[in-house]
Nanobody, 122 residues
Framework: QVQLVESGGGLVQPGGSLRLSCAASGSIFRISAMGWYRRAPGKERELVVLITSGGSTSYADSVKGRFTISRDNAKNTVYLQMNSLKPEDTAVYYC????????????????WGQGTLVTVSS
């Protein structure tokens, strides 16, 4: 089994910063893409950013220039540095990873974290 464990959410004032972390563990053979999605109140889940194993990134337009994703392949961990936060960034943030496991190394599946709440409010 694979687990994604997130940390780092919380309450922050507009203009502030937060850093999210997500560590993958379990019988992992290889991790392809990792990233973050979010679901704001009353809205559908949306992509925030993805990063490939090679370091290529794809950001949502709404977070470009404010959020930065990074990845430590040795630790199977992905980070999201969020700066200049806005009230509209308030959402539950979900870690995502596309992973193959030791028992089926050629098959990749989507895995999700439990979500961490980010609230941007004064």
């Amino acid at each position: 089994q694979v687990q994604l464990v997130e940390s780092g959410g919380g309450l922050v004032q507009p203009g502030g910063s937060l850093r999210l972390s997500c560590a993958a563990s379990g019988s992992i053979f290889r991790i392809s893409a990792m990233g973050w999605y979010r679901r704001a109140p009353g809205k559908e889940r949306e992509l925030v950013v993805l990063i490939t194993s090679g370091g290529s990134t794809s950001y949502a337009d709404s977070v470009k220039g404010r959020f930065t994703i990074s990845r430590d392949n040795a630790k199977n961990t992905v980070y999201l540095q969020m700066n200049s936060l806005k009230p509209e960034d308030t959402a539950v943030y979900y870690c995502y990873a596309y992973i193959s496991v030791v028992t089926i190394p050629n098959t990749y599946r989507e895995h999700w974290g439990q979500g961490t709440l980010v609230t941007v409010s004064s």
